[in-house]
Antibody, heavy 120, light 110 residues
Framework: QLQLQESGPGLVKPSETLSLTCTVS??????????WGWIRQPPAKGLEWIGS???????YYNPSLKSRVTISVETSKTQFSLKLSAVTAADTAVYYC????????????WGKGTTVTVSS | QSALTQPASVSGSPGQSITISCTGT?????????VSWYQQHPGKVPKVMIY???KRPSGVSNRFSGSQSGNTASLTISGLQAEDEAEYYC??????????FGGGTKLTVL
């Protein structure tokens, strides 16, 4: 059964880089059959797509975050990561990793989410 | 890429039907017919209810249905039940392998 699990620091200082990892079990990141991405949800607010990575390492980012975001696949090929630079309090959110379906572009599997707070 | 527009809240009584709208532009909803809908209960992970405008994943009740006209997609829930009370989000493909979400709609079952 496919499972996604986010991990990383729960507290990040303003202006620093937020780094999260998603561990995938039950599927292969490099199979080419799915996109792997990140979505976030600020407290009491809606969902925001951050970006995704596809087979071969092609990346796609939300234009509003593109200058600060990097998504990559770890060498283990069972993990992918998110880096968000120059964070501010506005980046405080629950961060979800997720799998989404090519061609139909819907998210079929979500991680449980991890809360990241930006504060000094 | 702007967020899709959803009403902040809708409500209905048990057994009734409600519809949630999701308005985008010709750059997303209106061009690609690739709208999905997600249900999120408080403190829980979102769950896909509809994809490709009208399709239901296996296991989702047929009380949930989707439609689209031009730049506006809609989610209809018939035979409202207490367990349907949740936040609902639409999401559309926006070209170049990007996605855009709506702001969310809180459904209250009276």
């Amino acid at each position: 059964q496919l499972q996604l699990q986010e991990s990383g620091p729960g507290l990040v200082k303003p202006s620093e880089t937020l780094s999260l990892t998603c561990t995938v079990s039950g599927d292969s990141i490099n199979s080419g059959s799915h996109y792997w991405g990140w979505i976030r949800q600020p407290p009491a607010k809606g969902l925001e797509w951050i970006g995704s990575i596809y087979f071969g390492g092609s990346t796609y980012y939300n234009p509003s975050l593109k200058s600060r975001v990097t998504i990559s696949v770890e060498t283990s090929k069972t993990q992918f990561s998110l880096k968000l630079s120059a964070v501010t309090a506005a980046d405080t959110a629950v961060y979800y990793c997720a799998r989404h379906i090519p061609y139909y572009y819907y998210i079929d599997v979500w991680g449980k989410g991890t809360t990241v707070t930006v504060s000094s | 890429q702007s967020a899709l527009t959803q009403p902040a809240s809708v409500s209905g009584s048990p057994g009734q039907s409600i519809t949630i709208s999701c308005t985008g532009t010709s750059s997303d909803v209106g061009t690609y017919n690739l709208v999905s809908w997600y249900q999120q209960h408080p403190g829980k992970v979102p769950k896909v209810m509809i994809y490709e405008v009208t399709k239901r994943p296996s296991g989702v009740s047929n009380r949930f249905s989707g439609s689209q006209s031009g730049n506006t997609a809609s989610l209809t829930i018939s035979g409202l039940q207490a367990e349907d009370e949740a936040e609902y989000y639409c999401c559309s493909y926006a070209g170049s392998s990007t996605l855009v979400f709506g702001g969310g709609t809180k459904l209250t079952v009276l």
